[in-house]
């Protein structure tokens, strides 16, 4: 898979698909997830769970990593208005001038830093903690949001919430549909409450019903992204669908 893949990347058989987020509050789309997938020439599109931990084990993270960086923020730069969350492994925390890559290719495309989000997963194991920290630091500063992504799917949740310095955090899809019963729905409203109580936004991602919205909305999220409001879409349908989308909100 390391030729393959690493043929992929230089040969552009990677591309980024983009998820909406929705503020409660604006009843607008007001970012976008950027998500890798791979497709093989005349092969199948394969998720990134099939390659990139891959990528993460076998020193191919930071040029896919560059990759995404690159092609997601040159498409954002059309998108006025939209923020633009990006995941990054904590593989790629090894590069000691990570901040400052990730600001220089954002502004060398014409995007403000306020116009960037950072996700990095709950599970997150950095090369070196202390360093990754500062990091995000340099790129909180600079006015990059700081997500931590897959809440609820580590056990130092709420720990981390406070050590980390992060903007917002986003519910994981085994949280969301969990809403149902009450060890779910307490665990909800602990870690609602405890992100609240740090002064963090609440995404809830991989939401999916009608039930699980009403229920995420009276607990606090303040943004929501999943298949109710839209499945991942191809570069060229983002702003098709955000001009479109606005009375589906005003709906639900
Ligand atoms: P993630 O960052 O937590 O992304 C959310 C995943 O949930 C995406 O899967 C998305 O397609 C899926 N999803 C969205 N809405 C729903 C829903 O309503 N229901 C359900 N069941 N799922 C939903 P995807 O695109 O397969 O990505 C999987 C993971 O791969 C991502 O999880 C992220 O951790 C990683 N990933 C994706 N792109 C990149 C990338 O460019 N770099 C890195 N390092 N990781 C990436
Ligand atoms: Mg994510
Ligand atoms: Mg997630």
Same mark, same amino acid.
């Given at each position: 898979m390391h030729y393959a893949l690493s043929e992929a990347i230089s040969n552009s058989e990677l591309f980024v698909l983009y998820q909406p987020q929705v503020s409660l509050e604006e009843r607008r789309i007001v970012a976008v997830e950027a998500l890798v997938r791979w497709e093989p020439t005349g092969g199948e599109v394969v998720p990134p769970s099939d390659f990139v931990p891959f990528a993460e084990q076998n020193e191919l993270i930071d040029p896919l990593g560059a990759y995404v960086l690159e092609r997601a923020c040159r498409d954002a730069?059309?998108?006025?208005?939209l923020r633009i969350a990006l995941n990054i492994s !904590?593989? !790629?925390?090894?590069?000691?001038?990570l901040a400052d890559f990730i600001c220089s290719v954002a502004q060398e495309n014409g995007l403000k830093l306020s116009a960037v989000e950072v996700e990095v997963t709950e599970t997150a194991d950095f090369p070196d903690r202390t360093a990754a920290i500062d990091q995000l630091k340099i790129l909180q500063m600079r006015g990059v949001t700081v997500s931590l992504d897959d809440l609820g799917s580590g056990n130092a949740t709420k720990e981390l919430m406070e050590a980390l310095p992060v903007t917002r955090v986003k519910l994981g899809r085994p949280l969301v549909e969990n809403y149902q019963t009450s060890e779910g729905a307490a665990r909800l409203r602990d870690l609602i409450g405890a992100a609240q109580a740090l002064g963090l936004g609440v995404t809830a991602e991989g939401v999916e019903t009608k039930q699980e919205y009403d229920c995420l909305r009276a607990l606090g999220c303040d943004l929501m992204q999943g298949f109710l409001f839209s499945k991942p879409l191809r570069a060229e349908e983002v702003m098709d669908f955000v001009e479109t989308s606005h009375a589906k909100w005003r709906a639900i």
């Open positions: 730069a059309k998108w006025q208005g !904590q593989k !790629q925390f090894a590069l000691p001038d």
